[in-house]
């Protein structure tokens, strides 16, 4: 079974940083996109950044484009979220997210078939 667990949440000032986690199983970046969504209350879920399979192209929202940066390591099997200059609109739940599918619109969050259960960024 395909499983997702985040960590590295928390509180933080505006300009400051954070990086998530995503430790991940029964999953290979070799076949699955992988991607972070975040969801702030009364919001819909909204797609903040990806990473292909194989050479592992990326894509990013707009509004967090040269912030935030996406990785992966296929030795720790983790998925990583390094966000930097937060601002308060960075403020929501974030969810680590994983497709099988072979073809998908990066951001979108109708192409994820596993979710992990998220963690809470928080910017004052």
């Known amino acids: 079974d395909v499983q997702l667990v985040e960590s590295g949440g928390g509180s933080v000032q505006a300009g400051g940083s954070l990086r998530l986690s995503c430790a991940t199983s029964?999953?290979?970046?070799?076949?699955?996109?992988m991607a972070w969504f975040r969801q702030a209350p009364g919001n819909e879920r909204e797609g903040v950044a990806a990473?292909?399979?194989?050479?592992?192209?990326?894509s990013y929202a707009d509004s967090v484009q040269g912030r935030f940066t996406i990785s992966r390591d296929t030795t720790k099997n983790t998925l990583y979220l390094q966000m930097n200059s937060l601002e308060p609109a960075d403020t929501a739940m974030y969810y680590c997210?994983?497709?099988?599918?072979?073809?998908?619109?990066?951001?979108?969050?109708?192409?994820?078939?596993?979710w992990g259960q998220g963690t809470q960024v928080t910017v004052s």
């Open positions: 029964g999953l290979t970046y070799s076949t699955y996109s």
């Open positions: 990473i292909y399979p194989g050479l592992g192209t990326t």
């Open positions: 997210a994983a497709s099988s599918r072979t073809s998908i619109q990066a951001l979108n969050s109708r192409f994820y078939n596993y």
